[in-house]
């Protein structure tokens, strides 16, 4: 339960006070809209605020106008999107958008282009010619031959007293001569085409440079930055940058000492007057103790005759990392010491970041050098061996604030309700 948002109900059950009593708080104010006037009714200081709401969003468009450290090119400009003020943790926020923008005119230039050019250039070309040779030749040609041939003849095989008494037709070989076609090889002559090289002229392409005139539109150069800034009107801790990274115009970085000064009243009052609301309703009295100082004394106290020093979480992380930002489950399991669970970096990484400006400050003080990356790690692990340093210790201490809530003018309270919260002590060795 926070003490923004604490319902009185019991103690208007027990006690005869204002109706107020019974009123449920914000836990932040919106600073650019008037308040609520049921809100305004219970709690007449906020007329103060509310007379400011107007102003406020120039005031500080004013002070953002001044920054130096922010190059936002000759079309850039400061958008404001929110200012709300958290009334447990004493702080304001200040969230809003960097549109950081440069747009260059047309220029004129003279730049190289690649043109085709072409030239002529002989080159050698593979032809055919032709010449007389002699070269054998086959041709058919008569010629006159003598063929055998077999012819059949009477011949006497029986011969008695000198007559042919037997005869019978035999085989005779005869010739004859008949005229045939053979091929004969000649000699002859003939065109006969052989290859030969000649020189012949062709337009060759080549690649050339010409200089020509054009006008040009230079793309604009721009970036976007996201930021909140925080300043906590008790501690006066604030963020010192604002850090967007680079972008497309460059590393936008804002110097915050611009915005401190508005927010701590240097244009007129508007950090000292929220600061002074009392957002307790007529009738109630807030007798809660909150344990910062005194568990940070003991955390922080050295020990006789140790070489180290011991760093503790600043009031503003402390009071940020509550049961109104973070689950009471998650709370509860995280303040036995040691590291801090995977669930609570999820929902503690990004303000352990912002926390590390402080941190590192003291880190320099006492001779010491640990980077973000080493920083983040030692919050999931619990401890870390650095070559410098040796062991360095991470503990997760538990700062509630005991909420008691009192009717004014007597002695009749609730009973105390503890809202525990998150701190840290990170023991260094000095060097």
């Not at 996201?226 to 009107?233: D, Q, R």
């Not at 990274?245 to 950090?271: C, H, W």
């Not at 999820?346 to 912002?354: Q, R, T």
């Not at 991470?394 to 998150?422: A, L, S, W």
Request: hydrophobic fraction near 35%; proline fraction near 6%; charge should be neutral.
């Amino acid at each position: 339960m926070s003490g923004a948002g604490i319902v009185f109900s019991e103690l208007a059950g027990a006690f005869d006070v204002n109706s107020c009593v019974n009123l449920t708080m914000p836990e932040t104010l919106d600073l650019l809209k008037p308040v609520d006037s049921t809100l305004e009714a219970c709690v007449p200081e906020l007329k103060k605020v509310n007379d400011l709401s107007s102003s406020v969003a120039s005031k500080i468009n004013g002070a953002l106008s001044t920054l130096s450290g922010a190059e936002i090119g000759n079309e850039g400009k400061y958008e404001l999107s929110r200012v709300t003020y958290n009334l447990s943790g004493k702080e304001i926020k200040v969230e809003g958008v960097i549109l950081a923008r440069h747009v260059y005119g047309e220029i004129k230039e003279q730049i190289p282009v690649p043109v085709t050019k072409y030239r002529k250039e002989q080159f050698p070309v593979t032809v055919t010619k032709y010449r007389k040779e002699k070269v054998p030749v086959t041709v058919m040609k008569t010629q006159t031959k003598r063929v055998p041939y077999i012819e059949m003849e009477s011949r006497c095989v029986l011969s008695i007293g000198g007559k042919c008494r037997k005869r019978v037709d035999v085989p005779v070989d005869k010739w004859r001569e008949v005229t045939v076609k053979v091929p004969v090889v000649e000699m002859q002559w003939k065109n006969v085409p052989y290859p030969d090289v000649e020189m012949q002229w062709k337009n060759v392409p080549y690649p050339d440079v010409e200089m020509q005139w054009r006008t040009i539109q230079p793309p604009p150069i721009s970036a976007t930055c996201n930021y909140t800034y925080i300043y906590n009107l008790t501690t006066s801790e604030s963020t010192p940058t604002i850090s967007c990274g680079q972008g497309g115009i460059g590393n936008l970085t804002i110097n915050a000492s611009a915005l401190a000064r508005v927010l701590n009243g240097e244009v007129p009052s508007l950090g000292s007057i929220v600061a002074a609301v009392n957002m307790i309703p007529p009738g109630v009295t807030d007798k809660s103790d909150d344990t910062y100082d005194q568990i940070r004394s003991q955390q922080s106290g050295a020990e006789p005759g140790s070489q180290t020093s011991t760093y503790f979480s600043s009031r503003s992380f402390v009071e940020w990392a509550s049961t109104k930002n973070l689950a009471t489950n998650l709370i509860l399991s995280g303040v036995t010491g040691g590291a801090l669970s995977s669930q609570l970096m999820l929902e503690l990484e990004e303000k352990i970041k912002s926390e590390f400006i402080f941190f590192s400050q003291f880190a320099t003080q006492v001779g010491a050098e640990i980077a973000l990356e080493q920083f983040l790690e030692l919050a999931k692990t619990g401890s870390l061996s650095i070559p410098s340093l040796g062991s360095v210790e991470f503990k997760v201490v538990n700062v509630p604030v005991n909420r008691v809530m009192c009717v004014t003018g007597t002695d009749k309270c609730n009973p105390p309700v503890p809202e525990p919260r998150i701190g840290f002590a990170i023991k260094l060795k000095k060097t």
